[in-house]
């Protein structure tokens, strides 16, 4: 049986109890409007733990002053059933004033310097800042002993690896392989913003990493890549925000020690924001 927690005393009671019988802690952290991606971050971590604690926390200090903080999805009632039939021990859903009990303005903040300066942290100034500062709060609230997090945002992921391990934080990262509906579409929370119509152009996302993909194997310039790929996503409609080549930890690819790279599409339809990535190998 899944219990809720609303309150962090009652939740540390728990998992107190939880870590003298041994057990190990997993922990999925989400904003909720839970997906089959999500369900599968709680599935590896049921591998790698013996109870799974997930938490849903809309968290206002990684939006910006015009994004979707307001009218982002919120389906508690389900999400917590689907976590329960996941297999979810533990379900923590701290309030603002648990999350941020001085208040969200002014709180105690992380900055996780240089790899939040580009890609995403490029264009919503002070996203990363938000994510970091939540996960750390989490880590601490929480002390689990490992937390996955989606290769969807691979940025995010990296930003917590890099956070996690300089502050030595004693918490496996373990990354998921991003989900994705039978089109390729990654599936995401944000994508029912969309239209029937934007859904079946936001497929172009993947078609297009896959396209970069083949042309960095086949030693085409960055450069190009990146011109190409923007240009094939603006002909559809897309605004694009970044189509580009990096390596796995997000220098530019010409900087890179080893031959693993991702590509990385961040473009909005409309008024919708899509993100995705594509990790491969260059030969
Ligand atoms: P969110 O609720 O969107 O903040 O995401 C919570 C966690 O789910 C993050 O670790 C995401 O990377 C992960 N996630 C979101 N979408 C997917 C997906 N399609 N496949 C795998 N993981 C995902």
């Excluded at 309150?7 to 190990?24: C, F, M, P, S, V």
């Excluded at 992380?110 to 994510?131: E, K, Q, S, W, Y």
């Excluded at 396209?211 to 030693?219: E, K, L, Q």
């Excluded at 409609?237 to 930890?249: L, P, Q």
């Amino acid at each position: 049986m899944m219990q809720t927690y609303r309150d962090l005393g009652a939740l540390r009671e728990r998992i107190g109890t939880w870590k003298q019988e041994g057990r190990r802690i997993g922990f999925v952290p989400t904003m909720g409007n839970l997906h089959a991606g999500h369900y599968a971050l709680v599935e590896l971590a049921r591998q790698h733990c013996d109870a799974v604690i997930a938490s849903i926390f809309v968290n206002p200090t990684q939006f910006g002053p015009n994004e979707d903080y307001a009218r982002y999805p919120r389906t508690e009632q389900r999400d917590a059933e689907g976590l329960a039939d996941a297999g979810t021990a533990a379900l923590f859903l701290p309030s603002l004033d648990v999350m941020y009990p001085f208040g969200a303005m002014g709180c105690v903040q992380m900055h996780v310097p240089g790899i939040t300066d580009i890609l995403c942290g490029a264009h919503r100034p002070g996203h990363f800042n938000g994510v970091a500062t939540v996960v750390a709060r989490l880590f601490n609230m929480v002390q689990p002993d490992c937390a996955v997090f989606g290769r969807k945002d691979y940025q995010q992921l990296q930003v917590i690896r890099y956070m996690s391990e300089e502050l030595s934080f004693p918490i496996e990262i373990i990354p998921a392989p991003t989900l994705r509906e039978a089109s390729g579409l990654a599936m995401s929370s944000r994508n029912q913003y969309l239209s029937d119509e934007e859904r079946a152009t936001a497929t172009a996302i993947y078609r297009t990493l896959e396209s970069m993909r083949a042309a960095c194997i086949a030693g085409t310039p960055t450069a190009k890549i990146e011109q190409d790929a923007e240009a094939e996503l603006q002909s559809l409609g897309f605004t694009v925000d970044y189509a580009e080549i990096r390596s796995a930890m997000l220098a530019p690819a010409s900087r890179a020690m080893d031959k693993r790279r991702v590509a990385l599409i961040a473009a909005f339809l409309g008024r919708t924001r899509l993100i995705d990535n594509l990790e491969f190998e260059i030969p």
